[in-house]
């Protein structure tokens, strides 16, 4: 390539990001809007979004039995909603190799004071002297384990996985407290970490699949190409995944208002990137039936990777 193409492309691209800093600019001038009147800004809203869908919208055909999930925050005081008890389970594997009478033993020394014991504490002891499994207590092993293999419900039941009822609903990225909507992701990794999980913290992992074809809207950019197509609607996939880092009650009134604009149009849902999970996308579904549940499981957070790069001060070695 020639010095002279090198630079047409370069300045090409110039061009393209001045405009698309100027949509984003609109953007931001349009939510302010909110502090000075609500019912202009909303007439407002339904102006940018008129002109910026009227070239067309790109859609994306989720297909029927797709599978798709959600994860939700397991508390301390959910414990009796999930579908199975931990600590039940558990104890039913340390009562293979534990006798009634290793089990009275434990409860005597724990009833006379001092330290305390329970049966993980006693497995553990008894299972140092052990060499192997004897046949019966091998056989009792599999069938519990067996028993929870199978997919079924151990974590929320489908009530608790699906939308919360109106009086327990936030308002979040593109619904209002009134929107019975349900966000979704195409992999269990990404539902979690739209949870914003911390170590230690359990969730309950939910998965449905798709009953039938459903016409999404594609705000992931993937099929935009900015040389091309509408600078506007390239903007748009940038500022739906914007993180509400001051945590302000109007920030999302916008993509809201986008949402709902959608939905009239006769989209199922929208599809746009994850603010978390780099090159994941989210799904959100106007009605819930048009997905089955399946079943849910219980995950524990082992770890979580952040990375990230210097802005200031400027690093001497690109490679840090």
């Given amino acids: 390539m020639s010095i002279d193409n090198e630079n047409n492309n370069m300045f090409s691209w110039i061009l393209i990001y001045s405009l698309f800093e100027n949509e984003q600019q609109k953007w931001n001038q349009l939510r302010n809007k909110e ?14 979004f008129n002109e910026l869908f009227q070239h067309g919208i790109p859609t994306y055909y989720l297909q029927a039995d797709s599978m798709l999930f959600r994860a939700r925050h397991i508390k301390s005081s959910d414990v009796s909603k999930l579908g199975v008890n931990i600590s039940d389970i558990m104890d039913s594997y340390f009562k293979i190799i534990l006798s009634d009478e290793d089990i009275k033993k434990m409860e005597k020394l724990n009833n006379s004071g001092g330290l305390s014991f329970n049966l993980q504490h006693l497995f553990m002891l008894k299972a140092q002297g052990m060499e192997k499994f004897s046949e019966e207590q091998q056989q009792k092993i599999d069938e519990l384990l067996k028993e929870n293999t199978i997919k079924k ?11 919360p009822p109106i009086s327990l609903r936030k308002a979040g990225r593109l619904n209002t407290v009134s ?14 970490h739209e949870m914003r999980p911390s170590i230690g913290q359990k969730y309950s992992l939910a998965e449905f699949r798709s009953n039938k074809e459903t016409k999404i809207a594609d705000l992931t950019g993937s099929t935009i190409n900015p040389e091309r197509d509408n600078i506007s609607l390239w903007s748009l996939v940038d500022k739906i995944s914007e993180p509400n880092t001051d945590d302000s009650d109007i920030f999302y009134h916008i993509t809201q208002h986008m949402a709902h604009m959608l939905q ?7 599809m746009y990137k994850s603010a978390l999970k780099k090159g994941k996308n989210n799904i959100l579904l106007f009605d819930e039936a048009n997905v089955d549940f399946i079943a849910s499981e ?6 979580v990777n952040i990375d990230y790069f210097n802005i200031l001060p ?7």
């Fill in 298 to 303: 219980i995950v524990k957070i082992n770890d």
């Fill in 179 to 192: 929107d019975a909507y349900l966000y979704v992701t195409f992999d269990k990794d990404t539902a979690i």
């Fill in 264 to 270: 009239e149009k006769g989209y199922d849902g929208i």
């Fill in 314 to 320: 400027f690093s001497n070695n690109p490679d840090e």
């Fill in 35 to 48: 502090t000075e009147l609500l019912k202009l800004a909303q007439q407002k809203y339904t102006e940018y």
């Fill in 153 to 163: 419900v151990y974590g929320f039941s489908e009530k608790e996985s699906r939308v």
